[in-house]
C-alpha cells in the first residue's frame, strides 16, 4: 500500500513563502512522474506543476515564475517552493506520484491527501 504525505501548508500573508514536502512511504520501482495539483472548494483539480524523468519542469501558466518544483525519484519526494503568493493560490495543495511499485505492477497515480495553502492578510 502506498501513502503520500503532504505537510508545509498553513497561513501565509500575500507575498510570503511556503514549502510544500510530499514524502511516500516507499520507494518505487520507477516513477514517471512527480507532480502537484491543488483545489479550491467548489472547483475542479487543476494542475500546478510536474517534474519528469525527462526534460525540463512544467508549470501550469498561473504560476508565472513564483514556484519552483523538485524532488528525488530515488526516494520518493517531491518539494514545491511557492513564493510570491497571491490569495487566488489558497487551496488545497496534493501531490502525484505516477510510477511503478513493482517491475511486474502496472503503472499507476497515487495521491497524498492534501495539504492546505491559505494566503490572506
Known amino acids: 500500500q502506498v501513502q503520500l504525505v503532504e505537510s508545509g501548508g498553513g497561513l501565509v500573508q500575500p507575498g510570503g513563502s511556503l514549502t510544500l514536502s510530499c514524502l511516500a512511504n516507499?520507494?518505487?520501482?520507477?516513477?514517471?512522474?512527480m507532480r502537484w495539483y491543488r483545489q479550491v472548494p467548489g472547483r475542479e483539480r487543476e494542475f500546478v506543476a510536474k517534474m519528469a524523468t525527462f526534460g525540463p519542469p512544467k508549470y501550469a501558466d498561473f504560476v508565472e515564475g513564483r514556484f519552483a518544483i523538485s524532488g528525488d525519484y530515488a526516494k520518493a519526494t517531491v518539494v514545491l517552493q511557492m513564493n510570491g503568493l497571491k490569495s487566488e493560490d489558497t487551496a488545497v495543495y496534493y501531490c502525484n506520484i505516477e510510477g511503478w511499485i513493482t517491475d511486474y505492477d502496472g503503472r499507476k497515480n497515487y495521491w497524498g491527501e492534501g495539504t492546505l495553502v491559505a494566503v490572506s492578510s
Open positions: 516507499r520507494t518505487f520501482f520507477s516513477i514517471a512522474g
